[in-house]
Each structure stands twice: as C-alpha cells, then as structure tokens.
C-alpha cells in the first residue's frame, strides 16, 4: 500500500550540495504532510524538516535552518530536501516519513568527507 522510497544519497564534500527525493505511492499524496529524518551512526534518529500538505508551512531542526530545503511536487507525488553546504556532521542515513499512519521510507545515506 503505502511506499516512500529515498534516493539521491552518496560521497560529498564538505561545502557540496545533494538533493535527496522520496518519490510516494499509495495514498492520496496531497492530504499528508511530510517528514525527513536522519540517523548517524550511533545516536538517535531526529527529525530534519517538516512541509505541510499543501506546502505553505515548513519547518527545519536548527542545525539544518538556512542550509536546507524542503519542497513537495503534487504532480509526481515526490518529497525533496535541498541540502547546501553540507558538513561532516550532516553524514546520516536519511529516511523520508508521514505522519499519521506512520511509513517510514528505507533510507538514503549521505556521507560529507573530504
């Protein structure tokens, strides 16, 4: 029924740019908001951003605020997170979510090394 499959994940550098997709399917797209987690390596997942479902209201966790960028494409059904100048501390595996019903994507990781 419900799928969110990630994708756009891999080797950056610190300063790069990535754009991560959750291209969604099985339920009626518009009527959702929508989440991207992450998870690094031995701490706990945490929330990244969050869009409401017809996109007017957004909301960042502080140490992604002005970096990052979440949009939502009604007409592919596609979540995105614009990540600029990204840090070492931004490497996680980053999973896409929606609420209510709870579906969590399987995850993309994202690794920022020089």
């Known amino acids: 029924q419900v799928q969110l499959v990630e994708s756009g994940g891999g080797l950056v550098q610190p300063g790069e740019s990535l754009t991560l997709s959750c291209k969604t399917s099985?339920?009626?797209?518009?009527?959702?908001?929508m989440s991207w987690y992450r998870q690094a390596p031995g701490k706990e997942r945490e929330p990244v951003a969050y869009?409401?479902?017809?996109?007017?209201?957004?909301d960042y966790a502080g140490s992604v605020e002005g970096r990052f960028t979440i949009s939502r494409d009604s007409a592919k059904n596609t979540v995105y997170l614009q990540m600029n100048d990204l840090k070492p501390e931004d490497t996680a595996v980053y999973f896409c979510?929606?609420?209510?019903?709870?579906?969590w994507g399987q995850g993309t990781q994202v690794i920022v090394s020089s």
């Open positions: 869009i409401s479902s017809d996109g007017g209201s957004r």
């Open positions: 979510y929606r609420p209510l019903g709870t579906y």
């Open positions: 099985g339920f009626t797209f518009n009527n959702f908001g």
